[in-house]
């Protein structure tokens, strides 16, 4: 599991006082980088580096608890699941009091860089996602 | 059925050369708020006058084409199920040759403003909802 | 001059309750991308197939009266610098009374794509840019 | 000075590749929220038990360096001039090898929360900015 910690900034709430329900998946997404990072596949490698991509063919949120600007937040991060062409990362969102404030799921698909036809998930980062 | 019209703004794209995953469901939520404001209940409104809101508990989206800056993309919207406290818009993304792009669905509750507690759906509002 | 319509979306306020201000730079640039491709110059084109691109080296916005949720929006956007290698855009954006809510200023330079040293504007960028 | 530690996030970049110019700015906000907090005035109190707010009435960015995802930045953060109703916050970004990627200021004023008038800076909260 990965841990991810942040803050709710002033951008990422709405006039309705709490967190815009879309910047929730924005952060988890900052916690996949934090995770990809930590295995040896940055974004930045993989955008200029690497044949292939991982788009996200599939998101989903649930929301629990309203978060405000400044609230702690941590995100765990888990490998849900590992085919033989995608992947699934789980977070659960934690406030100040350990309190489950929201969850969310992104499936990823490996594609070609080239022709974004969907390919086996390359051996080394399977590899990796399968040791966390 | 609602319909919204939009393109692909540069900002709305990433370092990839796509659309941001999140940013889908923020264009769907610009086509929620043109909705809501279709049936009476734009969003100032629901912030500033009435007793209620309508926090999302649940949000899905999956992702067929990748859209690029410039791409014109229209949202078909429509209320999907409509329960008790609850009720469900869905979404569906067509690119310029009437492709779908992607999808999504939004769960929306009625709470109490005071409270945040779960309320029925206001009368009127669920009335405004079945006409579509 | 090129107009642009818009209204403020949720996601583009705060929890102070109006306009976050960095949003009223994100709406002026989707201003820039109405006028880049009105003169032949669409931000999807460039990025692809020029050998050039034009990023902002300075920006600038003044904010005269809160903008919130639903409230529609005219940007009006004029050329007000036509340099050697740069040029400026001006914008103002009007509320629907007509009154200035706020301007905004973006410098622009030409560069070369692939090595991103400053080249002097395409001759016939400048003159669609002249012409407006 | 306050310092402030971040990366660039993939939804920071746009199409073109680099950090989207818009939002530097939304980092630097970030960076100010902090300084808020670190002497006693976070934006959520603000918000929420305060009788002023401390909105932006001037930008203004420069952009020297372009930053791509995952690129870590410090912003420094000081105050750079302190009047009768408004201050000015100064922002220096910093690369990984401590060159200036860009800087920005914003101008504050406190205003009554009420009426939206502008009003002498709160004595506490000037006496904090000038410890700076």
Known sequence: MITYQTKIKLHETDAAGVLFFVNQLKI???AFEVLLESIGFAVAGLINEKDFLLPIVHS?????????????????TVVADLGET????????????????????????AVDKATYAKI?????????????
């Open 86 to 109: 995608s992947f699934t990362i789980a977070y659960t969102l934690l406030d100040a009091a350990q309190n489950i404030a929201g969850t969310a799921r992104t499936v990823h698909v």
């Open 60 to 76: 989903e949120s649930d929301y629990k608890l309203p978060l405000s600007v400044g609230d702690p937040v941590e995100v765990q």
């Open 28 to 30: 988890v997404h900052d």
């Open 120 to 132: 086996p998930l390359p051996a080394e980062l399977r590899k990796r996602l399968q040791s966390l």
